[in-house]
């Protein structure tokens, strides 16, 4: 017997404005608070899925703005999915990636609600759509970012303390190259081998620079490069991870499934940093992940400094992949002063550890969403990247 069909009725984007806990620096922006666009789609069948399409720094990290993100959803994605077939999120995504160019972050957010309506009309998690959980935790790394040695070192120090994180990646590249070489050592010494300390320098040097830091960095014990040059620079990164001082991971290279095997061609990084918004949505990220298993790269779980529906729909896939050599850095949520679930999401004994309901798992305060957003009556606050 045919099943009835159920129609993509309202889809609805807000951006919501969260302050983050300290100043989070990076070589591209300084961040004191961060935009969620949240969407949310409502089927004729009165299943409501949500997604999330967060990116970092207005348009210092990538081509699209939170406000492009709900915009282009808006006058482009909305009118043509309202009427689409609800459960089959497979088939409306590729009539939108038939007819929209980029807009990556939009069609994850996207993407992400659409499977998590059709996960609930199920009743199984979302990972269960996407080969099935292999793990119900994913190990979560914290970045220091707040542009002081003493101050990340605390910091590394209290996560330690609270069994809350032990891999630490330091952002790195808006100061002199000796000055951050010399920052990264001060929080490895002072660590030791109680903590795993990786650096991320968002594309602000040089081969060369990298040439010089990376014999340091391997002395010092450092663990991970993420992306040291310009993100089209395949053949530079390829020509640091030969010289393989310390393993080098592509991040910002990494737009989804095209790149992946670019760079998985070229053996251009040790490690793929799996993002669902920089691979067009969880369809794309699995095809990155795939991709890099046959190359033999390693897999780490990355973020866009997501909120929760961002995080858990990453952990949600995460959770499929079978190894991740270098686990994950879901820790957005973390980094917020509001939580926008009624019951936050569970960080325990260095990991995230994923729900057992039905699609995404988690139930968001939307009261609470209500207040923040950015065109609430109540809203009081702007952000200001
Ligand atoms: C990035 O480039 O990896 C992830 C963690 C963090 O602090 O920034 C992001 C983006
Ligand atoms: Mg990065």
Request: with cysteine; glycine share 10%; proline share 4%.
């Amino acid at each position: 017997m045919p099943f009835p069909f159920i129609g993509i009725e309202k889809i609805e984007t807000m951006l919501v404005d969260v302050p983050t806990i300290r100043p989070h620096r990076l070589s591209v922006a300084t961040m004191n608070c961060q935009t969620l666009v949240i969407v949310r789609v409502t089927c004729t069948d009165g299943i409501v899925g949500c997604g999330e399409g967060t990116t970092i720094g207005g348009l210092a990290y990538g081509e699209e703005s939170p406000e492009s993100i709900k915009t282009n959803i808006d006058t482009y994605f909305t009118p043509l999915l309202k009427g689409m077939d609800a459960s089959r999120p497979g088939a409306a995504m590729a009539k939108m990636r038939d007819c929209f160019q980029g807009n990556r972050f939009a069609k994850c957010a996207l993407e992400t609600a659409l499977f998590d309506a059709q996960a609930q009309r199920l009743n199984v998690p979302l990972s269960e759509l996407f080969g099935g959980r292999v793990t119900d935790r994913v190990d979560v790394a914290w970045t220091l970012a707040s542009g002081e040695t003493g101050r990340d070192i605390d910091e590394a120090e209290q996560m330690l303390d609270r069994r809350r994180h032990r891999v630490f990646k330091l952002k790195i590249g808006a100061r002199a190259l000796a000055d951050d070489v010399a920052h990264v050592i001060a929080i490895k010494q002072a660590l030791g081998d109680r903590g795993e300390v990786r650096v991320d320098i968002n594309q602000a040097w040089s081969e060369s620079d990298a040439v010089w830091a990376a014999r340091r960095f391997a002395d010092a014990g450092i663990g991970l490069i993420e992306q040291p040059v310009a993100a089209s620079d395949h053949a530079g990164l390829a020509r640091l991870t030969k010289l393989a001082h310390v393993p080098i991971m592509a991040d910002e290279a990494l737009r989804g499934p095209g790149d992946a095997f670019a760079l998985a061609s070229t053996r251009a990084a040790h490690v793929f940093a799996v993002k669902i918004a920089q691979s067009g949505g969880l369809m794309g990220a699995a095809s990155v992940a795939s991709i890099a298993r046959a190359a033999h790269i390693d897999l780490y779980g990355g973020t866009m400094l997501e909120g929760a529906i961002g995080t858990m729909a990453s952990a949600q896939l995460f959770s499929t992949f079978g190894e991740m050599r270098w686990g994950t850095e879901l820790f957005g949520p973390l980094l917020l002063t509001e939580d926008i679930l009624i019951e936050p999401l569970r960080y325990e004994n260095f990991a995230l550890h994923l729900p057992q309901g039905p699609g995404l798992g988690i139930a968001l305060d939307w009261e609470r969403i209500e207040r923040l957003r950015r065109d609430s009556k109540r809203g009081a606050f702007v952000a200001m990247n």
